[in-house]
């Protein structure tokens, strides 16, 4: 049974940073795509960054590209989300979430698809950031 588990939340002033952790288990293939949602109250869980373990293939959205980095350690079977030069619209819970079926389709250039594409979820890491 794949498990993620996430953590590294929290406060942080506008201009600040943080950095998310998803430990991940249980996955029988090496092939696989670990993504990072985030939900704002009243707003859809949207898609944020997301790499694929066979060949380190990153995406991210427009909204974060240039001030967040997403890396992994196959190693730890970790995924970090670096988040630099935060702002207070990026406030929001955030989810990782693992993908082991199809893992090429987040990378195809038309997104990293919806949260129907990940079959396994963390729990929910809050991050906040105060103006």
């Known amino acids: 049974e794949v498990q993620l588990q996430a953590s590294g939340g929290g406060l942080v002033q506008a201009g600040g940073s943080l950095r998310l952790s998803c430990v991940a288990s249980?996955?029988?293939?090496?092939?696989?795509?670990i993504g990072w949602f985030r939900q704002a109250p009243g707003k859809e869980r949207e898609g944020v960054s997301c790499?694929?373990?066979?060949?380190?293939?990153?995406w991210y959205d427009e909204s974060v590209e240039g001030r967040f980095t997403i890396t992994s350690d196959n190693v730890k079977k970790t995924v970090y989300l670096h988040m630099n030069s935060l702002k207070p619209e990026d406030t929001a819970v955030y989810y990782c979430a693992g993908d082991i079926s199809v893992p090429e389709r987040h990378f195809t250039g038309w997104g990293m698809g919806t949260p129907a594409d990940f079959g396994s979820w963390g729990q929910g890491t809050q991050v906040t950031v105060s103006s």
């Open positions: 249980g996955f029988t293939v090496d092939d696989y795509a």
């Open positions: 790499i694929r373990s066979s060949d380190g293939s990153t």
